[in-house]
């Protein structure tokens, strides 16, 4: 074999070697990355799953206070129409009209966490002050109860007001029956006042003794 040709196996022998070199480290970087990747989403559920059970008596007390207090209906569908004819005689008490009649929707179960959803939509016609009754009347949190759409326009056919909404309420299957005492919603610690802010309070209330000597 000529020198040449020595020479001319040697660069292509080098050649391979430096392309699968190349191909060595593109595999190990794109790795690296991929692992670096799942160790920052591994830390980060871990530190969430710390918060988590840093609160967990404060979660357990709201899912206390979310089964004493959730309504308990025996049909989703009668229940929907119990809604209805209620916020329907609220808002004939108010003296507003009702555009469309109330539309009821088909119960929804959300099995994640085991209650069922009723709603009932409203197209209303009134003047602000009553609109704004009605609203307060028929949005209740501590009731499960609250809006889920929300629409307030004008009309230019007449000087009143125009609004377009669906009611929600979330309740659970069971024996039909009263349900509990409003409770207060479960609230975390809050942090004890500052020195600052005790001083601030004392000097507050030495100050008028002092205006009175």
């Known amino acids: ?27 190990y970087r794109s790795n690296m990355t991929k692992l670096n990747q799942q160790k920052t989403l591994l830390n980060s559920t871990a530190t ?13 007390d709201r899912q206390s206070w979310v089964q004493s207090n959730q309504p308990t209906i025996g049909s989703p ?14 808002a004939k ?7 469309t009649p109330p539309r ?8 994640e966490y085991d209650y069922h959803e009723i709603s009932v939509s409203y197209a209303l016609d009134g003047n602000l002050e009553n609109l704004v ?32 909404c669906t ?9 039909a029956g009263e349900v509990a005492e409003e409770e207060e919603i479960p609230e975390p610690e809050e942090e004890p006042e500052s ?12 100050e008028p003794e002092n205006s009175q000597e």
């Not at 969430?48 to 357990?60: A, F, V």
């Not at 569908?77 to 609220?90: K, P």
Request: aromatic share 10%.
């Open 195 to 206: 020195e600052t802010e005790e001083s601030l309070e004392v000097a507050e209330k030495v």
């Open 77 to 90: 569908r009668a229940a929907t129409a119990d809604l209805s004819q209620s916020l329907e005689s609220e």
């Open 1 to 27: 074999m000529k020198a040449s040709e020595k020479r001319l196996g040697l660069i292509l022998g080098g050649l391979v070697l430096l392309f699968l070199g190349l191909l060595a480290f593109n595999f």
């Open 133 to 164: 009754k009605w609203a307060l009347a028929a949005q209740q949190p501590k009731k499960f109860r609250l809006f889920k759409r929300f629409t307030l326009n004008t009309r230019e056919d007449a000087p009143t007001l125009r609004v377009d």
């Open 167 to 175: 009611v929600v309420q979330w309740c659970k299957v069971g024996e």
């Open 48 to 60: 969430e799953q710390e918060i988590w059970l840093r609160q967990s008596d404060l979660w357990l």
């Open 104 to 111: 009821l929707q088909e119960p929804v179960y959300v099995p």
């Open 93 to 99: 008490a108010l003296g507003l009209t009702f555009i």
